[in-house]
């Protein structure tokens, strides 16, 4: 059986509680919505375990999806200190939702911002959707993951608290309901990864530092 997150018990308590109900009124039909409903919210949910690659440097994938934009910048507006590359995953419905630490480091710091929840695909979903940043302070340098709602994720969770020492490949939170996240490494991390590729959270290499 699939573990599923903390989170998902938010939503099944009450649906499986009214399917108990219907069925104790000898409402069988209406009883198997609820469940239907449960069942989905279970697979949404769903929090399977990963095999974290080892070896020096590696930077993993922070989310399950597809790679919908490969680039390079420069630091602004909170995006982390220097040139950066930037890699960003789009999370459809069906993908896993919980979000994991690309490298081992610590939380130096976490910032909510509020916005709008435009389609996450979008290049500006990344600056005006509401997210969460999360800037790591890792051993090799700094690393900021963005957790960005889309048109029907209106929730951004993060389990993390800032001066969190992480793991590679570690929970750090989850977004409902289809989403995308930002990764931005310094750019001596030689990139593994182009636009279309499936990634898996904290299992598939996305970079290496040199």
Known sequence: MIPVARDAFLFLIPLLGIAG?????????????PVILAVGVG????DPERVVPEGPGVVV????????????????DGEGPGPFSQVSIFLSVLDVHVNRAPYGG?????????GRFLVAWREEASRVNEQTVIALA????????KQIAGVLARRVVTWIRPGQELKTGERIGLIRFGSRVDLLVPRRVTLAVKVGDKVRGGETVVGVFR
């Open 138 to 145: 890792t051993p090799d340098g700094p690393i900021t993951v």
């Open 106 to 114: 610590k939380v130096e710091d976490l910032k909510y911002r509020p």
């Open 61 to 76: 994938a922070p989310a399950d999806g597809r790679v919908t934009v490969v680039r390079q910048g420069v630091g602004a």
């Open 21 to 33: 109900a219907l069925f104790l009124l000898r409402l069988p039909g209406w009883g198997l919505l």
């Open 43 to 46: 697979f949404f949910f769903r």
